[in-house]
């Protein structure tokens, strides 16, 4: 909890749904992204229709939900689909608006790592793997990250690139004809960054609160782009920190 | 006829050393009490599939169950890393283990290609991403019509035994779940034998009665068994929630070899079966059960 009554995380979490003001359909994924999700749909997008991989659309969770395979997501949900028709009828065919995606580590053109740290066939970790945001980094139309800042997470060079984002060369990225189009926002515990229309490139565009710009480049392996009129994000408003600690998380398992 | 077995007699009779074996469920109706039959028959060298190997194959690979995993995502989900697994693939302690990953919808396509008795499913997947670098049967392609689209195919996954779990099914086998869906249907079509683990055993009017809820026929299924709570501490819907709190100690045991050691000699090697495991467990069930919240009704009309 900082002086000013709210945590770094709720700072994240706040910016990062404002992010989602007007979108309709949202994939959302594991963990952060799953309150993020919610807090937009009780504020900035009333209308936001949650997808979940697990082959859920429409739902609308009773409680915060533990996984992204929550029974809470099912009941009173739109539809409940097999996950063949989630990923081809609803995401291969374009229908997802916006998705949420993070990972161990980020490059300056929002390409991600989720698959491991250090070589493949001997790892220092382990990650994950895919999931489905490989093909979410494709067929998303918008794809928004969150994921908290350190140089070993912001790296100047991916150990493995599980989900392609920008290519470095515009020509190339309108070639590809994906939905998609690599990211189009990072939202981290210090910062907000879009990516440059013309090089694809991450660009500071938002310091949080009591953060420098010495913070923000000290926690990247690269030195950023950063926009010309570089403002602060606005605070977790009373609003938002109500909903955030009474409705979607009281036991403060994300938030604190 | 009657195709009701115990769990012990369904694995013994069906599931042979060697063989490939998906127990599927996506969170959802994860069939532990038939991965905890497989760890006490002390089978070998088996080959595992599933979209998210999760707990269960933390403690199959634990086990010593495995030689290869074949995944999409691998993690204890919403809590954190299968430490197991990981000490396999990382430091192969105490032995490797082979991997093969897709994405996720590169293994649903796997499932639909094996069900459907295809040689491959294409997907506009990878591109661009370094999956297909570690993976050869990951393979790009060109669509053969005008548009020349370029996309990725992978191959058909036909498991020698998939096992799902259900919420009902009839003694022959007629399957119905609701709640998520994940690739039961699918894995259970493309596999040579298929176990269904169910909460009841119910009548074959009840079936009838909503065919729409169907989703695996008693045709493509071998055995049936009923074993309430199989799916601690995963869920299902309707019958009990998922148990959070042992994910969240899941992380601790399999951390350590040795409380992960005890932990199955406890919980697994020391028990017949998943009935005694249900009644050690008996002071969770209370707390795990949802309240009501039932479906309407349709009318699907009487045409004699």
Same mark, same amino acid.
């Given at each position: !909890? ?13 910016? *990062? ?30 209308? +936001? ?14 409680? =915060? ?46 390409? =991600? ?7 493949? $066939? ?21 794809? @928004? ?12 060079? @991916? ?15 309108? !070639? ?13 515990? @210090? ?52 909903? !955030? ?12 | 006829?009657?195709?009701?077995? #115990? ?69 204890? &989900? ?24 897709? *994405?996720?919808?590169? !293994? ?13 499913? &294409? ?9 297909? *670098? ?31 779990? $259900?919420?009902?099914?009839?003694? #022959? ?6 709640? +998520? =869906? ?65 994910? +969240? ?21 020391? =028990? ?17 059960? &949802? ?14």
């Amino acid at each position: !909890m900082s002086e000013n009554g709210y945590t770094k995380n709720e700072m994240m979490i706040a910016a *990062s749904a404002r992010t989602l003001a007007g979108e309709r359909i949202c994939f959302v994924g594991v963990g952060l992204p799953n309150i993020v999700c919610n807090l937009a749909q009780r504020t900035v997008a009333p209308d +936001l229709q949650l997808v979940y991989e697990a082959g859920v659309f429409g739902a609308r969770p009773s409680r =915060l939900p533990l996984s992204i395979g929550d029974p809470t997501l099912v009941s009173g949900s739109t539809a409940v689909t097999s996950m063949f028709e989630l990923f081809a009828f609803y995401l291969q065919a374009g229908l997802i608006d916006a998705a949420f995606l993070g990972g161990a580590q980020i490059d300056r053109f929002g390409n =991600l790592n989720t698959t491991v740290i250090g070589d493949y $066939a001997s790892p220092k970790v382990r990650l994950p793997g895919s999931g489905g945001a490989c093909e979410i980094a494709i067929h998303a139309r918008k794809v @928004l990250v969150i994921m908290r800042q350190a140089q070993r997470s912001f790296v100047e060079k @991916l150990h493995f690139r599980t989900s392609p984002g920008h290519s470095g060369d515009p020509e190339h990225d309108r !070639m590809r004809g994906w939905f998609g189009s690599g990211p189009t926002s990072v939202v981290t515990d @210090l910062a907000t960054f879009g990516f440059d229309e013309g090089s694809g490139e991450m660009t500071l565009l938002t310091m949080h609160p009591r953060v420098t710009l010495e913070d923000v480049k000290g926690n990247m392996g690269w030195e950023p782009r950063v926009a010309d009129d570089v403002g602060e994000t606005p605070p977790p408003t009373d609003d938002e920190l109500r909903i !955030m600690r009474a409705e979607l998380d009281p036991e403060r398992v994300h938030t604190s | 006829m009657s195709k009701v077995a #115990t769990m012990a007699d369904a694995v013994r009779e069906l599931l042979r050393d060697g063989d490939t074996v998906a127990i599927e469920g996506f969170t959802h109706l994860i069939c532990f009490a038939a991965g905890h039959e497989i760890i006490r028959q002390r089978r070998r060298d088996l080959t595992l599939a599933r979209m998210t190997p999760d707990v269960i194959y933390d403690q199959m690979i634990g086990a010593g169950v495995a030689r290869k995993l074949v995944f999409s995502w691998l993690g204890n &989900p919403g809590v954190g890393s299968l430490h197991a697994v990981r000490r396999r693939i990382e430091h192969a302690d105490p032995e490797s283990l082979e991997i093969e990953e897709y *994405s996720h919808f590169g !293994m649903v396509c796997r499932y639909v290609a094996g069900a459907s008795n295809l040689p491959f499913f &294409p997907i506009r997947s990878y591109y661009e991403s370094d999956i297909p *670098s570690v993976n050869p049967n990951i393979r790009p392609m060109r669509s053969p019509f005008e548009d020349g689209t370029d996309v990725f195919v992978v191959p058909p996954l036909k498991p020698d035994l998939t096992i799902v779990h $259900a919420q009902r099914a009839t003694s #022959t086998g007629d399957t119905q779940i609701w709640g +998520l =869906l994940g690739c039961q249907k699918e894995a259970a079509f493309a596999a040579e034998r298929v176990i269904v683990v169910c909460e009841e055993i119910v009548d074959e009017s009840v079936v009838r009665s909503d065919p729409n809820r169907t989703v695996i026929p008693g045709v493509v299924v071998d055995a049936v068994v009923e074993e309430p709570f199989a799916c601690h501490p995963s869920y299902a819907q309707g019958y009990y929630d998922r148990d959070n709190a042992f994910y +969240l100690e899941w992380e601790r045991i399999s951390k350590d070899p040795d409380a992960l050691e005890t932990w199955l000699k406890e919980w697994v090697y020391g =028990l017949q079966n998943h009935a005694e495991y249900a009644e050690r467990m008996a002071g969770r069930w209370d707390e795990l059960k &949802p309240g009501a919240r039932m479906s309407g009704e349709v009318n699907y009309g009487e045409y004699a």
